[in-house]
């Protein structure tokens, strides 16, 4: 079964926030961050620092997971991003460490 990531995406001035979910997280941020597709939101807000993540074991339920955080307010999803990163530090490095071999 092929794992999943549900991960959060901001600018320099956590202004606009990107809720997002993938099968490979450190190859997904790196699009986000070379702006791939230069018409994307990502790429149009300047979204480039991953401020949360989290995994699991298979892609259903990271899809679940990102709907429910989508149907969240912005509140709700800042108090997650304050409750596991309060400093809202740049998360890529940490993710290449611990997912880059998948």
């Known amino acids: 079964m092929k794992p999943g990531f549900t991960y959060i995406m901001t600018n320099k001035t956590y202004t606009t926030l990107y809720v997002g979910?993938?099968?490979n997280i450190v190859k997904r941020v790196q699009q986000h961050k070379d702006k791939v597709n230069m018409k994307s939101f990502t790429a149009r807000y300047n979204l480039n620092k991953l401020v949360y993540v989290e995994?699991?074991?298979s892609i259903g339920d990271a899809i679940a997971r990102e709907k429910q955080l989508k149907a969240g307010s912005r509140a709700k999803k800042i108090a997650l991003i304050v409750a596991t990163n309060p400093d809202y530090t740049?998360?890529?490095d940490r993710a290449k460490e611990v997912y880059g071999d998948m």
């Open 55 to 57: 995994a699991f074991q």
């Open 90 to 92: 740049d998360l890529f």
């Open 21 to 23: 979910v993938t099968s």
